[in-house]
């Protein structure tokens, strides 16, 4: 048994059952125990694998799209990307060695901010990026990254599937939370009944669907990420929000092939076994609910630009750069094979999606942008 095992156990001893939101911010982010807390290789050696670990094709497209958003006509002088859940900074310094390349002008404007609350994270993104050093920036938290009088773009990639989350199960026409006790040692699940703040955020079953939801579904709730989604959206006064993740809308949660939920663990790039198994050790991560995340934007006042396929929302960028002769980078066999690993429907071009959000006064709407698609 692990330190942090025993850490989850003292806390249960002490307190009681807890929530598996709480059991996940322990076992990813417990200070020195958690997973994300301690270096971890991504991609072919890793435990999994993820957009910006094929290649710096996602970093150069995403950066090109950037710069067209932050270099139109009534800009800002000030510009700022901010981008949250960087990880180890692979994709800041992609993005960051595009604009040097490419827009100079632009970069010498550009003030890049990383959200990041853990020192040990920060760390591993000021090693990565200290020859961009000091034209980075860190912040613990997404409302300390500026003022207003700039024209910015918030941006994560892969960081709202990470955040805590509720496990919620179907029984007997009520939903009852998924808490986590330990029993001999063991980890195990006890059914209870969810307290008032969660129960209000729960999806309204109508009769309908009560007719057929057979008990024993199970879906998950994060109000860490819709809150994040809303910080995050109150303090874009010009610009874009954007987010790159896993993700279903409210209604696709609901589908007979789902009836076990979406949280997975990973390890060695194959699915682990129990969730409450080996915490610490292995990535747990469930699917973003975009329609809650896209509410919250709209809540904070938002326009909703597009919710799209990852494969659609390149290949559109694609073509903006092709209208562009020169403008980006030469398409090599290496960088073709990316685009196609990035965008192909049975690689990553479908298992990720891309919401993008924005001011109404600064909406600047893609080329048939699709809202909702499915």
């Known amino acids: ?57 996602l970093g150069e497209l995403l950066a090109f799209q950037f710069a067209q958003w ?8 000030r510009l700022q990307i901010v981008e949250a859940g960087a990880h180890q900074g692979a994709l800041a310094a992609d993005i960051l060695g595009w604009m040097r390349r490419r827009r100079p002008d632009l970069l010498a ?13 920060r760390a591993w993104q000021e090693q990565t990026l200290r020859d961009w050093l000091p034209g980075v920036k860190w912040v613990s938290d997404v409302t300390e990254a500026g003022s207003e009088q700039a024209s910015r773009i918030i941006f994560c990639n892969e960081f709202l599937d990470a955040m805590p989350v509720h496990r919620l199960a179907w029984n ?16 195990i699940w006890q059914q209870a009944e969810p307290p008032p ?23 998950e709730h994060s109000p860490s990420a819709v809150a994040w989604w809303k910080k995050a959206a109150a303090t874009l006064a010009h610009g874009k929000l954007l987010t790159i993740d896993y993700g279903l809308t409210g209604q696709e949660l609901f589908r007979p092939e789902r009836s076990g939920g979406t949280l997975r663990t990973f ?29 919250a934007g709209r809540a904070a006042g938002l326009a909703t630009e597009g919710l799209m396929e990852q494969g659609k929302f390149l290949t559109q960028i694609l073509a903006q750069t092709e209208a562009e002769p020169g403008g980006f980078e030469s398409w090599t066999p290496s960088r073709t094979r990316q685009f196609q690993t990035l965008t192909h429907p049975d690689h990553l071009g479908r298992a990720f999606r891309v919401l993008i959000q924005s001011r109404p006064d600064a909406t600047r709407v893609l080329a048939n942008p699709v809202v909702n698609e499915r």
Not at 70 to 77: A, I, K, Q, W, Y
Not at 172 to 187: H, P
């Open 70 to 77: 932050l270099g139109r006509p009534g800009s800002f002088d």
């Open 197 to 219: 703040e969660l129960a209000e955020c729960l999806p309204r079953i109508g009769p309908e669907l009560a007719a057929v939801l057979p008990s024993g579904y199970f879906i």
């Open 1 to 57: 048994m692990n330190r942090l095992s025993l850490l989850i156990q003292e806390e249960i001893r002490r307190d009681g059952p807890i929530s598996f939101a709480r059991f996940m911010e322990l076992a990813l982010y417990a200070p020195g125990l958690g997973y994300y807390e301690r270096q971890r290789e991504i991609g072919r050696r890793g435990d999994f694998f993820t957009s910006v670990s094929v290649g710096p094709l």
């Open 109 to 121: 404007r550009l003030e890049y901010c990383l959200v990041e609350p853990s020192p040990a994270r």
């Open 267 to 295: 390890a060695r790039h194959h699915e682990g076994g129990g969730l409450l198994d080996n915490p610490g050790e292995c990535d747990i991560t469930a699917h973003v609910n975009f329609s809650a995340i896209e509410a």
């Open 172 to 187: 007997a026409g009520k939903w009852e939370e998924c808490r986590v006790a330990c029993e001999n040692g063991v980890f």
